[in-house]
């Protein structure tokens, strides 16, 4: 794939296997990209893509003119979209919360009690 100039636009030039010429301008920043055949030559691509400029600019217009989602912040009560569906945004504060604890070999239980207040002032 390479790249020709008409005017002010770049143009991704696709050679396939093919019979028709296809244009395409893809969203979100408005990239132009013809698939052409590959019995034609670059300057055949050029005069198609000169005379489809108008329609090339117009999609392009469309797509700078849409709304773009904002940058998102990640905090509480945002609104994020899944599958279609707006959802609102819950943070929960992380805590820990040890429900196991390991005792490996033979220690005595005071070792074990320090342990334990040693969990008990960690925590939140």
Avoid at 42 to 62: M, P
Avoid at 71 to 81: A, K, T
Wanted: glycine share 4%.
């Amino acid at each position: 794939m390479h790249q020709i100039k008409v005017g002010n636009i770049e143009i991704d030039v696709d050679r396939k296997d093919i019979k028709n010429l296809h244009l395409a301008v893809y969203p979100p920043n408005g990239r132009v990209r013809i698939a052409t055949p590959l019995s034609i030559n670059d300057e055949s691509v050029r005069l198609f893509a000169l005379s489809k400029l108008a329609w090339i600019k117009k999609h392009q217009a469309n797509f700078n003119a849409q709304d773009r989602q904002t940058e998102r912040e990640f905090i509480s009560g945002e609104s994020h979209y899944f599958k279609g569906k707006r959802y609102l945004l819950n943070l929960i504060e992380p805590w820990l919360l040890c429900s196991l604890i390991h005792k490996f070999g033979k220690q005595e239980a005071t070792n074990y009690d320090n342990y334990i207040e040693e969990i008990t002032r960690n925590l939140p």
